[in-house]
């Protein structure tokens, strides 16, 4: 059980942490992919937790975090659905006969975990949850590493953790994404949204956000009406800062990788 309390010091840590997080440049790539595989499952993930209260992104990050999105495995811990699990939290589900279906065991780790019972589904409030599905062992008993099960793969995570349960290495490197650093892809990507507080905020359709900015060229020295909507656009996202000036060159292009994956058309940096 979580023994660490949601206080407004900690929700201003996750708000400025995740202001603040920049993916691994490496890993720029790998981030869109996991999101957008995420994002395609979403009527699955809704599925279940529609029904529960919970959010269908949070579902697919757990399932990311504990199943590497595998629809064989349990939610719980990664343990394969043709039994039930032997990891920790071992011999679940408690009901019914395996193999058991992805729903079955993903709904029941929700309940075991208590996260069927969490309403503050504000962006600290998600943090907060996501951080407690893993356990809060880095906060109190390694204070000097930010989880990688928020924070891996980004600026914020470098070295330390539990190679196994119970076990810590200082020199041990997660591989992992973190489920903060999906969160905020989802968000660049516009399957989420948050307002400046952090509360969840109404959001267009993905597509209709990015997909009519895929014609704008790589052209820092003509302004061009459609570069200057999607600089304004690109505006909106936390720590991206462009001159709203219609000249689509090199920051422009980075601050449209950040968000998309990829370089804008034209872009001399695409091989």
Known sequence: ?????????LRDEYLRLFQMCRVNLEATEEVTNWAQQIAANKARYSGIGDALSVPWHIVGIIHYRECSLNFT??????????????????????????????????????????????????????????????GFGYRQFHPYVLSPYLWGKSNHYIRGGYPRDGVWSDTYVNKQLGSAVLLRRLAELGFVAFDVDGAPAAHEDPA???????????????VVALAQELQRALNQIPGIHLREDGQAGQRTSDAYKRVTGHYLKGDPRIG
């Not at 069927?116 to 998600?126: D, I, Q, V, Y």
């Not at 014609?215 to 820092?220: A, C, T």
């Open 73 to 134: 495995q349990h939610l719980h811990n990664g343990d394969p659905l043709t039994g039930r699990t032997k990891n920790e939290p071992k011999g679940r589900p408690l009901t019914g006969s395996p193999p058991f279906s992805f729903e079955e065991s993903a709904t029941d780790a929700l309940q075991y975990d208590g996260t069927t019972k969490w309403t503050n589904w504000s962006l600290p409030g998600t943090l907060y949850k996501l951080e407690s599905y893993n």
């Open 208 to 222: 209709s956000i990015w997909a009519k900015f895929e014609e704008v060229r790589y052209n820092p020295a003509e």
């Open 1 to 9: 059980m979580a023994t660490v309390t949601l206080t407004q010091a």
